[in-house]
């Protein structure tokens, strides 16, 4: 499955990714298409067996401030979006933290990783014995190998408690610690605290995954002990690198042999339109884990240019255009104008090299403007144009024989005369947009 993970209708930030038994889950925040607010009402728990990761499963909701026709509100103290959570087990039991916008936050239990979730209680405390105001903004859950419970959260500043292990909701008193993570004014920019924390225990190592003040990124902090003080590290992922980027939140999970980051993208020109995305990893034997790019690949090693290609997979995305929906059943990259830049890692285009060319399909939607796309590989190696004409269609091109694992780039081009008169009456149109592609042996 390549990315986003999900299909194409589905959004879901803010991904908490988590192993029980045989599959693995990923608990979110649930994003709303054409809306102007972050997250939902409600929330949806997505899975995968172990053996088969390009074959998701929804199992609906899980857990709702807001009723609906088929389910009833899960809480009474709140009307309010429910933001990101988080899900553990224990002793057989699996409990979901969640953020409620404005709210007290909340520890509901269910006997199914999936859920759905009954609501045990709001967090008990004494007031100065919680951060953030009592909200527990996106609270991330550590059950240590003690058993003893630790959640951590908040909101510019890095707070953490530890919960009582019998209730799962009883904030141990005197537990309270802040500026888990430096987020101090005088402290660098690009490892100061902002939101998102999302602990994991590797070996006898604490980490951290957050979002800092550069919020396009995903940073990681350690400790050797889970009440810190943890030690900015670095940052594993940024999701603005050439790509409309935005906030980010995720955090690492070993599947099989290999560790991966979930994160999340954004769509329609908006910072509230979301998808799951994923990224291999490595930890290194001094516990680094060095910076990835964002790819196309999801779960994949390598892509096939050879099977159509949706273009929405596009991993790099300059010159102002954008990932958009259409419908249920269609996403496309639109705003293709003078420059822009769509962008796909990695494709494995064989080793066979009897044939000196191949043919290049494109299908797009037409905005009645010529243009052409150059082709190239590894950024800035052109193998060919596709010319596009005026209207819809599938629009083809001879382009360069490649073998081997390339990335892959579409760079757009008015099709129109090079004069100043011209050139400024096209100033800024649109030349089409991409819907899919194929190569063609």
Not at 227 to 232: E, I, N, V
Request: proline share 6%; charged share 25%.
């Amino acid at each position: 499955m390549a990315n986003p993970i999900l299909p194409l209708w589905e959004y879901i930030p803010d991904g908490e990714p988590r192993q029980f038994g045989d599959r693995v889950y990923l608990y979110g925040s649930h994003d709303r298409y054409g809306c102007a607010d972050f997250c939902d009402y409600k929330l949806k728990v997505w899975s995968a067996p172990l053996s088969d990761l390009n074959h998701w499963t929804c199992h609906g909701h899980s857990f709702q401030t807001a009723p609906d026709t088929d389910h009833p509100a899960s809480v009474t103290h709140t009307d309010r979006e429910l933001y990101a959570p988080d899900v553990v087990e224990k002793d057989g039991k699996y409990y979901l933290f969640t953020y409620i916008l404005g709210s007290k936050g909340c520890v509901s239990v269910s006997d199914r990783p999936e859920g759905p979730f009954r609501l045990l209680s709001t967090y008990e405390y004494a007031p100065e014995d919680a951060g953030d105001d009592g909200i527990y903004n996106d609270p991330g859950v550590l059950v240590d190998d003690d058993g003893k419970v630790y959640v951590y959260y908040g909101f510019t500043e890095s707070c953490m408690n530890e919960l009582d292990p019998e209730t799962m909701y009883r904030v141990v008193p005197g537990s309270l610690k802040r500026h888990v993570i430096d987020d101090r004014e005088e402290a660098p920019e690009e490892s100061r605290f902002f939101e998102a924390s999302s602990p994991r225990k590797i070996g006898d190592t604490y980490y951290l995954i957050y979002s800092p003040r550069k919020g396009s990124r995903l940073a990681y902090a350690t400790s050797k002990s889970p009440r810190g003080p943890f030690t900015y590290r670095g940052y594993i992922i940024d999701n603005g690198v050439d790509y409309p980027g935005g906030n980010d939140h995720g955090s690492i999970c070993k599947i099989g042999d290999q560790w991966y980051i979930f994160y999340h993208r954004m769509t329609n020109r908006s910072i509230s339109s979301r998808r799951a995305c994923v990224e291999r990893i490595e930890i290194l034997p001094d516990g680094t884990i060095p910076a990835v790019e964002m790819t196309s690949l999801g779960f994949e090693e390598s892509l096939t240019p050879y099977e159509p290609v949706k273009a929405e997979i596009a991993c790099v995305l300059t010159g102002g255009c954008f990932v958009t929906e259409k419908d249920l059943f269609r996403r496309v990259v639109t705003q293709i104008t003078d420059g822009c830049v769509l962008g796909y890692k990695y494709f494995d285009f064989g080793e066979d090299d009897s044939t000196a060319t191949m043919e290049l399909a494109v299908k797009v939607v037409g905005m009645g403007c010529r243009g052409r796309l150059h082709v190239l590989i590894d950024e800035n190696r052109e193998i060919g144009t596709v010319e596009i004409g005026l209207g819809d269609g599938i629009y083809r091109g001879r382009v360069e024989k490649v073998t081997g694992r390339h990335s892959l780039f579409f760079r757009a081009e008015l099709g129109v005369p090079k004069n100043e008169w011209m050139s400024n009456f096209f100033e800024g149109r649109v030349i089409c947009e991409m819907e899919e592609f194929v190569f063609l042996k």
